[in-house]
T-cell receptor, first 113, second 118 residues
Framework: DQQVKQNSPSLSVQEGRISILNCDYT??????FLWYKKYPAEGPTFLIS?????DKNEDGRFTVFLNKSAKHLSLHIVPSQPGDSAVYFC????????????FGKGTRLHILP | GAGVSQSPRYKVAKRGQDVALRCDPI?????LFWYQQALGQGPEFLTY????????KSGLPSDRFFAERPEGSVSTLKIQRTQQEDSAVYLC????????????????FGEGSWLTVV
């Protein structure tokens, strides 16, 4: 039973436009959410995170939005650049369980020239 | 070292063979994690060490999987009597603090060890 769901396996976006990656979760005990980016043959790298006490966190071109009532979060990338082409993993951890991060299956983002 | 280093990068094992995967975390990092990533899936938690203590091994799929970190730095993940379903990328990650996330800390992943069981 997947606790973190990324229902879009892939997404293609024109360079310069906005990329929106979506993530849903089922576990109401999750209180910290993260996005990781992964290039082929490399390990995931941390991108941005958000605590459940917030509904938005911004870092440069990347913004994460959290809707707790809908158990939904999204990652916005504006403007999209060719180097953003990668697999993006949504992840979450429970209250008092920092040691265990639960990952979604990932969404492959293609930035088109 | 500059990052988390894992070896071997690629391993082909015959079914029934034992394998050992090594992880060198970033120097001084207290926390160390092992994750398993099957093809088309996200990473799945296996086990967590704080220094030499294995605080959580709830994700290890069977008693064929064993992890250790005897001196609180290098860690080894051992898989005994490998099966085809063990084929995956095994990711090691480390974190500077003993509270990995809440203090704005980050977990750094290695490039992974790709295991194929034939």
């Amino acid at each position: 039973d997947q606790q973190v769901k990324q229902n879009s396996p892939s997404l293609s976006v024109q360079e310069g436009r906005i990329s929106i990656l979506n993530c849903d979760y089922t576990n109401s005990m999750f209180d910290y959410f993260l996005w990781y980016k992964k290039y082929p043959a490399e390990g995931p790298t941390f991108l941005i995170s958000i605590s459940s006490i917030k509904d938005k966190n911004e870092d440069g071109r990347f913004t994460v939005f959290l809707n707790k009532s809908a158990k939904h979060l999204s990652l916005h990338i504006v403007p999209s650049q060719p180097g953003d082409s990668a697999v993006y993993f949504c992840a979450a951890s429970e209250v008092n369980r920092d040691d265990k991060i639960i990952f979604g299956k990932g969404t492959r983002l293609h930035i088109l020239p | 070292g500059a990052g988390v280093s894992q070896s071997p990068r690629y391993k082909v094992a015959k079914r029934g063979q034992d394998v050992a995967l090594r992880c060198d975390p970033i120097s001084g990092h207290v926390s160390l994690f092992w994750y398993q990533q099957a093809l088309g899936q996200g990473p799945e938690f296996l086990t967590y060490f704080q220094n030499e203590a294995q605080l959580d091994k709830s994700g290890l799929p069977s008693d064929r999987f064993f992890a250790e970190r005897p001196e609180g730095s290098v860690s080894t993940l051992k898989i005994q009597r490998t099966q085809q379903e063990d084929s995956a990328v095994y990711l090691c990650a480390s974190s500077q603090m003993d509270v990995p996330l809440r203090a704005g800390n980050t977990i750094y992943f290695g490039e992974g060890s790709w295991l194929t069981v034939v």
